[in-house]
Each structure stands twice: as structure tokens, then as C-alpha cells.
T-cell receptor, first 114, second 115 residues
Framework: DVKVTQSSRYLVKRTGEKVFLECVQD?????MFWYRQDPGLGLRLIYF???????EKGDIPEGYSVSREKKERFSLILESASTNQTSMYLC?????????????FGDGTRLSIL | AQKITQTQPGMFVQEKEAVTLDCTYD???????LFWYKQPSSGEMIFLIY??????QNATEGRYSLNFQKARKSANLVISASQLGDSAMYFC????????????FGAGTILRVKS
């Protein structure tokens, strides 16, 4: 089974802090994704990566950056955390060429910015 | 632009009955895929079922089936014989065309199964 592991289930940070959310997958997937989930809005794509050192902006990249130095690890960075970034963050991975295969998700990180 | 619409914010169903969760989509792509995910209160996203745009048969996976009506651009999830453990948030998602296999998600439907 694919395992996508997010470093924290719950995280509390202060406004202005630099925040790192880590995600690791163990199935050699090329694609990795970061979403945020808010009530009534579903999941919205922040950034994705289809290869090491490659990244593409999603629908809501403002205030975020990402890093993918190794194939298995995809990090989301909040450069200067703000209260409107309080949300549930979900990481996912998938194969790049198998279109009918689902994205596999981690358990999510509930991030609170105070 | 592609869009997924789930018009039912919340649904109730009696245990052992069937329930349909609605999903409509908007795309100009000829090749696309539709996914349903379940999210229990614990937060993890569980893949349920997939339908490709060229699939002629409706997808089925155990108690889950997808009522795919291409002309109406709808991909409703049908859960048969509901169980208490089916209580969760359900998301419909569409794979966009192009590289990267990105998904666009609907807002979700909360399902509550009553005993």
C-alpha cells in the first residue's frame, strides 16, 4: 500500500513565523501535491511537483512556497504565517503516467496560526 | 476552466438504505477522469471509485457505484445498503487534462447515516 506521511497532525504557530510542513511518500511517485481544505470550499491546490526540483503553482500559491530536493519528499513553506492560513493541509502523491490511478493522501495537518 | 459542483451540503440516510450523492462537472476536455473520495472525521482521504470519460460502463466497487451520465455531465455516487461507518464527508473530483494529473475538487457533501 502507498504510504504518504505528513510530519504533524496538529500544529500551532504564531503570526509571522516561518512554518514548514513536511510530506514523505514511499511509492516512488513522480507527482506530489499540496492542498488546503476549508469548509465549503473543498480542497484547493496550492502547489504541485512532477519531478525533483520541479514545481508548479496551483490555484492559491500566494503566501506559500515549496521544496522538492528528493523524489520522496515535498515540503510546503509558509514564509510568514498569517491567521488566514489557519486551515487543514493535505499532501498527496500519484504516478505521472497512469491517469486512472488516484492520488494518495496523507492524514492531513491541522494548522492554527495565532 | 474546469469546475465540480456538489449541490448537497449535507444528507441524511437511514441505515441499510441506498443514497445518491450528486456531482456535476464542467469541462471542454474530451479526455478526463472523475474520482470520489471519502473523508471520515479523522481526516484521511480514502479513494472510493473512478470513472474515465471513455468508459462505457458505469464503475462499481463493492457497495459504491458511479452513475455516469456524460451528456448531462454528471457523475453521481450511489452507496447501497448504507452503514453507520459511511458517515463522512464525500468529495467528487475531476482530473484535469495536461501534465501532472491535477485534480479539481467539489465542495463536498456531508453524509450522516441514521440507525
Amino acid at each position: 500500500d502507498v504510504k504518504v506521511t505528513q510530519s504533524s497532525r496538529y500544529l500551532v504557530k504564531r503570526t509571522g513565523e516561518k512554518v514548514f510542513l513536511e510530506c514523505v511518500q514511499d511509492m516512488d511517485h513522480e507527482n506530489m501535491f499540496w492542498y488546503r481544505q476549508d469548509p465549503g470550499l473543498g480542497l484547493r491546490l496550492i502547489y504541485f511537483s512532477y519531478d525533483v526540483k520541479m514545481k508548479e503553482k496551483g490555484d492559491i500559491p500566494e503566501g506559500y512556497s515549496v521544496s522538492r530536493e528528493k523524489k520522496e519528499r515535498f515540503s510546503l513553506i509558509l514564509e510568514s504565517a498569517s491567521t488566514n492560513q489557519t486551515s487543514m493541509y493535505l499532501c498527496a502523491s500519484s504516478l505521472v503516467r497512469v491517469l486512472d490511478q488516484p492520488q494518495h493522501f496523507g492524514d492531513g495537518t491541522r494548522l492554527s496560526i495565532l | 476552466a474546469q469546475k465540480i459542483t456538489q449541490t448537497q451540503p449535507g444528507m441524511f440516510v437511514q441505515e441499510k438504505e441506498a443514497v445518491t450523492l450528486d456531482c456535476t462537472y464542467d469541462t471542454s476536455d474530451q479526455s478526463y477522469g472523475l474520482f470520489w473520495y471519502k473523508q471520515p472525521s479523522s481526516g484521511e482521504m480514502i479513494f472510493l471509485i473512478y470513472q474515465g470519460s471513455y468508459d462505457e460502463q458505469n464503475a462499481t466497487e463493492g457497495r459504491y457505484s458511479l452513475n455516469f451520465q456524460k451528456a448531462r455531465k454528471s457523475a453521481n455516487l450511489v452507496i447501497s445498503a448504507s452503514q453507520l461507518g459511511d458517515s463522512a464527508m464525500y468529495f467528487c473530483a475531476m482530473r484535469e487534462g495536461g501534465y501532472g494529473n491535477k485534480l479539481v475538487f467539489g465542495a463536498g457533501t456531508i453524509l450522516r447515516v441514521k440507525s
